[in-house]
């Protein structure tokens, strides 16, 4: 595959629309033909909305975008439908959309689809806060839909609400939680989600120290486990995951 957009931004002032076609919209002077353009002149408080069916990319954003795509929106435009987000159609990558270290940003309406080309169709890693994934789809990644391996405060969370992760393509599980180089998982909260599997895959896997992680409202079913905690651990490790009022079904194991 090709290599990721990585994208410098150009400032400008004020919040605005910036739109993502090959055709038209509602504001041609702010119109780009691909993802990575519009997040090169994207300010803080931007939205960029994805007015095709369908965008094949996969894009790194964090870094010395962090300031600038502050309180910025991802967002599909469809009217009655979800904006398709797919993998390169050649190669392996290791996510569609790899988040790095961003604060007050928000992706939803759209639906990711790996198709067996990505690890991931979504991961977080860094310190983040208030990130928040809506409203999405997320299927098809070979690890996992959605990894995640970033921290967070108590007061700027990061949010995953009303999305749909599905683990195929032979993923372990649908949603993943890992952390890194012993540094917790912090402050993530998974509520209202849908988290299924092919009967073989662990619904949420959490893997090494987690700390301040609220699991609420779920529904997850067909999977071999509902949740698995796995990874080595010592008397300093955090461990502290609320687990409360999820709905679980055709589990073999419920965790």
Known sequence: SSPPQNVETAAQS???????????SPDPGATFSRIA????????GD?????DDRYEDWLVIGGKMKSQLKDLVIEGGLPNRKTVWAAPATGHVRAI?????????????????????????????????DLT?????LRGATAAPLLISSSST?????????VRAIADQGALAAV??????KVPVSHVRLIDNRIEGQAAQVGIQLDGPMNGI???HNRIYNTSTAVQISGTFDGSDPYLVHFVRNTVHTVADAG
Do not use: W
């Open 14 to 24: 004020g919040p605005r629309k910036l739109y993502v076609t090959r055709g038209t």
């Open 37 to 44: 353009m519009a997040l090169s002149k994207a300010n803080p």
């Open 47 to 51: 939205t960029i909305v994805l007015l």
């Open 97 to 129: 959309l790899e988040i790095q270290g961003l604060e007050n940003l928000t992706v939803r309406g759209i639906s990711f689809e790996a198709s067996g080309r990505a690890d991931a169709c979504i991961s977080v890693a860094g310190t983040t806060g």
């Open 133 to 137: 994934l809506e409203d999405l789809t």
């Open 154 to 162: 108590p007061d700027h969370p990061l949010v995953i609400q009303n």
């Open 176 to 181: 993943m939680l890992t952390s890194r180089a």
């Open 214 to 216: 609220e699991i609420r």
